[in-house]
């Protein structure tokens, strides 16, 4: 992972695959804004309407940071290829970077278990803007899988095929090692979050929550967000991302 400015969007991103970056962080003197959906969209509809807020509030489509996505089921590999293609040249047309360029956007995406979406829909978006308030550093972290590297297969996800609690808290201990490797590469502390949210369909037993606890420290008295869904793509078990400070909005 490679730390770059992106001084048009007013934050610094690590780099991560070409459909979305591992993470963003503001730069000083802007903060994030994370707008939530009262129901999820279609995710293309939900791309018409954050170009409209953008646009009302004045702000450029590169100060676009982290999308949050949920789809009704976890796709195929060559599925999720398939849809971050098409994702990324809609990103592409609204100018939020150039082709040939490094994709700044961070993104979550996950299949919820209960009233999943009937289609690929977007949830909730962020974006840069000065700073209202004096506040403490402002970032998201991508949601990130039990995958070792970009590419995923039988030999990249963390204890392929098991789902027991032990195989559950290797995959919940090396996908905590990811956030924590995301936080350092944008300068940034388990101190500095202020959001932990955890993605599985499988129950966490004491031995998870024990090391999530653990991991993340003080940042804990904040609360865990456990969301009972499955990562996007198939055979992926376990998901998280974190977040430090951030302005909430609702959209209606």
Not at 54 to 72: M, Q, W, Y
Not at 194 to 211: A, F, M, N
Request: hydrophobic content about 35%; aromatic content about 10%.
């Amino acid at each position: 992972m490679e730390r770059i400015e992106n001084p048009n969007g007013h934050y610094d991103f690590l780099t991560g695959i070409s459909a979305f970056s591992s993470g963003v962080r503001a730069h000083a003197g802007f903060e994030i804004v994370r707008v939530v959906f009262e129901r999820p969209v279609f995710w293309s509809d939900g791309f018409d309407i954050v170009e409209r807020a953008l646009d009302r509030n004045g702000s450029p489509s590169t100060s676009l940071c982290s999308i949050e996505l949920r789809c009704s089921e976890p796709y195929s590999a060559g599925g999720f290829d398939d849809f971050n293609e098409t994702y990324v040249e809609r990103l592409l047309s609204m100018g939020v970077f150039e082709r040939g360029q490094p994709n700044p956007v961070g993104r979550t995406n996950v299949a919820p278990i209960d009233r999943a979406p009937d289609q690929q829909s977007t949830y909730a978006f962020s974006y840069t803007r000065e700073a209202t308030t004096d506040r403490a550093v402002s970032f998201v972290i991508a949601g990130g899988g039990e995958v070792r590297g970009g590419e995923i297969n039988d030999q990249t996800i963390v204890r392929y095929g098991e789902t027991t609690p032990d195989a559950i808290e290797e995959k919940a201990s090396f996908v905590l090692m990811v956030m924590e490797k995301r936080l350092n590469g944008l300068g940034l502390e388990w101190s500095h979050v202020r959001d932990v949210s955890v993605y599985t369909k499988h129950p966490i037993d004491s031995g998870v929550r024990t090391l999530i606890s653990e991991r993340v420290g003080s940042t804990s008295l904040h609360g865990i967000h456990l969301y009972r869904t499955a990562p996007p793509v198939e055979h992926i078990e376990f998901e998280m991302d974190v977040k430090g400070p951030t302005w909430q909005e609702a959209h209606p």
